[in-house]
Nanobody, 119 residues
Framework: QVQLVESGGGLVQAGGSLRLSCAVS????????MGWFRRAPGKERELVGHIYWSGEMTSYADSVKGRFTISRDSAKNTAFLQMNSLQLEDTAVYYC????????????WGQGTQVTVSS
């Protein structure tokens, strides 16, 4: 059974940084895409960005481009979301998810981790 477990959330001041981790168990991800999503209070879920596990190609939402970086460590089967220059509007529950490269549906989801940015 595939499991995704996020960690690294917390409270940070505006302008600060956090790194989220998404540990994957149950399968290797060579033919998968890892995505990071977030849901802020009162807002719809947003795709923050994603990474192709093989090849490491990434893509980001305009709202985080230049501030957030997605990476992965194949040896640890773990994906990361490095968040710099955090802003109040980055406050949300962050989720990692995985889908097959040829799929449109995100098949596996983590439980989410809260990120709160304070002024």
């Amino acid at each position: 059974q595939v499991q995704l477990v996020e960690s690294g959330g917390g409270l940070v001041q505006a302008g600060g940084s956090l790194r989220l981790s998404c540990a994957v168990s149950g399968r290797t991800l060579s033919r998968y895409v890892m995505g990071w999503f977030r849901r802020a209070p009162g807002k719809e879920r947003e795709l923050v960005g994603h990474i192709y596990w093989s090849g490491e190609m990434t893509s980001y939402a305009d709202s985080v481009k230049g501030r957030f970086t997605i990476s992965r460590d194949s040896a640890k089967n773990t994906a990361f979301l490095q968040m710099n220059s955090l802003q109040l509007e980055d406050t949300a529950v962050y989720y990692c998810a995985a889908r097959g490269v040829l799929q449109l549906t995100w098949e596996y989801w983590g439980q989410g981790t809260q990120v709160t940015v304070s002024s």
